[in-house]
Nanobody, 127 residues
Framework: QLQVVESGGGSVQAGGSLRLSCAVT????????VGWFRQIPGKEREGVAA????????YYSDSVKGRFSLSKDLGENTVHLQMNNLKPEDSAMYYC????????????????????WGHGTQVSVSS
């Protein structure tokens, strides 16, 4: 059964770092895009970063560009989100999602692009 499982959340002080991991577990995963979103209560889910696996292209929101970076471990079907220089406004529930097809500049940050979601992992950054 195809599943997406996040791990690595926690609490840090501003300026600190966390590494989130997204494991896509299944007999086979034929999709080609893994995205990270975050959400705080009362607000819409926000696209943070995405990786187009086949091409290796990465996408980042302006709010995290230069601080967050994606990497992949295809042997483990895992995508990592390294988050550096964290700010209090980065505090949110972070979700990983898998898309059935490719993603690109026009759709990587749209929740509708993704069909499988994890349960989320909480990130809290204190000032």
């Amino acid at each position: 059964q195809l599943q997406v499982v996040e791990s690595g959340g926690g609490s840090v002080q501003a300026g600190g770092s966390l590494r989130l991991s997204c494991a896509v577990t299944a007999w086979t995963y034929n999709g080609n895009c893994v995205g990270w979103f975050r959400q705080i209560p009362g607000k819409e889910r926000e696209g943070v970063a995405a990786l187009y696996i086949e091409g290796g292209t990465t996408y980042y929101s302006d709010s995290v560009k230069g601080r967050f970076s994606l990497s992949k471990d295809l042997g483990e079907n895992t995508v990592h989100l390294q988050m550096n220089n964290l700010k209090p406004e980065d505090s949110a529930m972070y979700y990983c999602a898998a898309a059935e097809g490719a993603c690109g500049e026009s759709n990587w940050n749209l929740p509708a692009t993704y069909y499988l979601w994890g349960h989320g992992t909480q990130v809290s950054v204190s000032s």
